[in-house]
């Protein structure tokens, strides 16, 4: 057992985004937490599934499922693993990726929002994007309905790079609406995820990944949210990172600005209302 057989186990049978196992294999590595497993030094009560999923698992076959969907399996020890991510108080155990994983380092802005966008929040979603793929950035978001596929758009059509967090397995086009995009997003970009083939949404899965758009990217912009919305969880994952946070302000009285209202009102994100404010702004922390 090696340490990417290892991970291909821990990755499988682990959610992604505990603390507990993170820390596991920060401290150690991936190799001796599957060997502690095997030897029966974790709690048997309290990790009872997962030791059992663990002790059952099988590396070969975990690899060649992945293989079989035609993707990557990345982990930290591979040359382009996206180091950025590795600020994470849980970062991901190994991701699987579907197009051009070389461009995961790449400096990097995320684009996050409501999945129920004005005719405003779209054009600026998509309006940014395209500002900082002519500014040789490349664009991050969550695959989703609205803001999301709005910043992918804009950045597909001004022919950049776009990458997409997304909270399924990788074999599954998950909004299925989103199919055509997900083809145009790998022509120059890349799909990640943090689960196997296979596995499909739930709640929970939207949150963990919300951390990773946040970590691979430089900096995070809100275009449209909620008051209570997972885009201001993504923001406050950036801001844990110490990355820079930005929000777009919008009417007073729109409920899909109110989040990013709330950003600003908080001094938890930085106001910009153009493509060269937010890079100025950027350009501050670096």
């Not at 499988?12 to 196992?21: A, D, K, L, M, Q």
């Not at 022919?159 to 397995?169: N, P, Q």
């Not at 199919?179 to 970009?189: K, S, W, Y």
């Not at 994952?237 to 989040?259: C, F, K, Q, W, Y």
């Amino acid at each position: 057992m090696n340490e990417r057989e290892a991970r291909a186990i821990l990755f499988s049978c682990i959610e992604g985004g505990s603390n507990f196992w993170a820390g596991e294999i920060r401290n150690t590595s991936a190799q001796a937490v599957y060997e502690g497993v095997i030897a029966g030094s974790y709690d048997l009560v309290k990790l009872a599934k997962i030791v059992e999923r663990i002790q059952s698992a099988n590396a070969e076959q975990i690899l060649e499922k992945i293989a079989k969907a035609h993707l990557q399996f990345l982990t930290p020890e591979d040359n382009c693993w996206p180091q950025r991510l590795d600020d994470l108080a849980a970062p991901p155990i190994a991701l699987t990726v579907k197009g051009n994983s070389d461009i995961l380092s790449h400096s990097s802005l995320a684009i996050v929002g409501t999945r129920n966008p004005t005719p405003y929040g779209m054009r600026i979603a998509s309006d940014f994007a395209a500002g900082f793929v002519d500014r040789e950035w490349a664009v991050v978001s969550g695959g989703a309905y609205g803001i999301d596929t709005h910043a992918h758009k804009g950045a597909v059509i001004a022919e950049g790079i776009t990458i997409a967090v997304v909270a399924t397995g990788l074999d599954i086009n998950y909004p299925a609406g989103n199919a055509r995009l997900f083809e145009q997003i790998l022509e120059n970009g890349a799909i990640i995820s943090e689960v196997m083939p296979g596995v499909h949404a739930i709640p929970a899965r939207f949150l963990t990944r919300n951390r990773l758009i946040a970590a691979l990217s430089k900096a995070t912009l809100v275009v449209e949210a909620a008051f209570r919305s997972g885009s201001l969880r993504t923001a406050r994952d950036a801001a844990e990172l110490m990355r820079p946070v930005m929000a777009i302000p919008g009417p007073i009285n729109s409920p899909t600005s109110e989040g990013c209202h709330r950003l600003i009102g908080e001094r938890a994100a930085e106001i910009v209302t153009s493509v060269p404010d937010a890079m100025e702004f950027v350009s501050s922390f670096q």
